[in-house]
């Protein structure tokens, strides 16, 4: 079993950053792909970035790409997510997942699917 939990939501004012960690317990993440995701009520969750085992490799949704760096921290069981510039249509709850497998290939890194194990998301709120 792997535990996440997510940190770092809030509210912060358009334009501004925001930094989630998701700090894993349990079994280690350490050969897992991570990724972050989002939802907002009536919507499915959306994929948002994602990371493999070592940090080699990232994925990233087009309305993110450039603005929110995801990175890990192996050593620290932690994955984060640094948003910046944020804007009002990012405001969602953001979840951190570990990935069944290692290096997914894109396909697979941006569906729920691919992912076993989830947080309890945090919320982030960007008022305009």
């Known amino acids: 079993q792997v535990q996440l939990v997510e940190s770092g939501g809030g509210l912060v004012q358009a334009g501004g950053s925001l930094r989630l960690s998701c700090a894993a317990s349990?079994?280690?993440?350490?050969?897992?792909?991570m990724g972050w995701f989002r939802q907002v009520p009536g919507k499915e969750r959306e994929f948002v970035a994602g990371?493999?085992?070592?940090?080699?490799?990232?994925y990233y949704a087009d309305s993110v790409k450039g603005r929110f760096p995801v990175s890990r921290d192996n050593a620290k069981s932690t994955v984060y997510l640094q948003m910046n510039s944020l804007k009002p249509e990012d405001t969602a709850v953001y979840y951190c997942?570990?990935?069944?497998?290692?290096?997914?290939?894109?396909?697979?890194?941006?569906?729920?699917?691919?992912?076993?194990?989830w947080g309890q998301g945090t919320q982030v709120t960007v008022s305009s």
């Open positions: 349990g079994r280690t993440i350490s050969g897992r792909a």
């Open positions: 997942a570990a990935c069944k497998g290692s290096t997914p290939p894109w396909t697979s890194a941006t569906g729920a699917d691919a992912y076993d194990y």
């Open positions: 990371i493999n085992w070592s940090g080699g490799r990232t």
